[in-house]
């Protein structure tokens, strides 16, 4: 990133970091200087206009969190959806069978169809794909959950 910057002239700015919306979410944002500002000419504008910027900046990262992706395939059914959660949180197809009251086998059947539903070869890319695609680990409670 230093690289790239310093091919652009880009030798001062802020680094924000955000709270997360979610234990598998991060994010951050860098506001780069124009060209001809100093570190010391930013830290100036930062104390005037940094708490501003930090709201407005928070605002527009959990707007864009919040959105959701869309694809021309249909979405992961909820026992998809749960046991890929299930997935994500450690648990074998055993371990899912047993919480959700299935057998192994309607576990990796569902496991499957979201594998092919998604795209992907293995279940760790399914569970990664339908994370990036917001359809796993959503941070609303269940009620409030259209996807549920």
Do not use: Y
């Given at each position: 990133?230093?690289?790239?910057?310093?091919?652009?002239?880009?030798?001062?700015?802020?680094?924000?970091?955000?709270?997360?919306t979610?234990?598998?979410?991060?994010?951050?944002?860098?506001?780069?200087?124009?060209?001809?500002?100093?570190?010391?000419?930013?830290?100036?504008?930062?104390?005037?206009h940094?708490?501003?910027?930090?709201?407005?900046?928070?605002?527009?990262?959990?707007?864009?969190?919040?959105?959701?992706?869309?694809?021309?395939?249909?979405?992961?059914?909820?026992?998809?959806?749960?046991?890929?959660?299930?997935?994500?949180?450690?648990?074998?197809?055993?371990?899912?069978?047993?919480?959700?009251?299935?057998?192994?086998?309607?576990?990796?059947?569902?496991?499957?169809?979201?594998?092919?539903?998604?795209?992907?070869?293995?279940?760790?890319?399914?569970?990664?794909?339908?994370?990036?695609?917001k359809?796993?680990?959503?941070?609303?409670?269940?009620?409030?959950?259209p996807?549920?």
């Open positions: 990133m230093l690289e790239f910057n310093l091919r652009f002239g880009v030798v001062a700015g802020v680094s924000i970091a955000f709270p997360d979610s234990s598998r979410a991060k994010g951050a944002i860098g506001l780069c200087a124009r060209v001809g500002l100093t570190q010391d000419d930013v830290d100036a504008i930062w104390e005037e940094g708490r501003e910027l930090l709201v407005l900046n928070s605002v527009l990262h959990l707007k864009i969190s919040a959105m959701p992706f869309s694809t021309t395939r249909r979405p992961l059914t909820r026992r998809q959806r749960e046991v890929l959660e299930w997935v994500g949180d450690g648990k074998t197809a055993a371990d899912i069978a047993l919480i959700m009251g299935l057998t192994v086998a309607t576990v990796e059947k569902h496991l499957r169809l979201a594998r092919e539903a998604l795209e992907v070869e293995t279940t760790a890319q399914a569970v990664l794909k339908a994370s990036m695609q359809q796993i680990f959503l941070s609303q409670p269940d009620g409030d959950d996807l549920r």
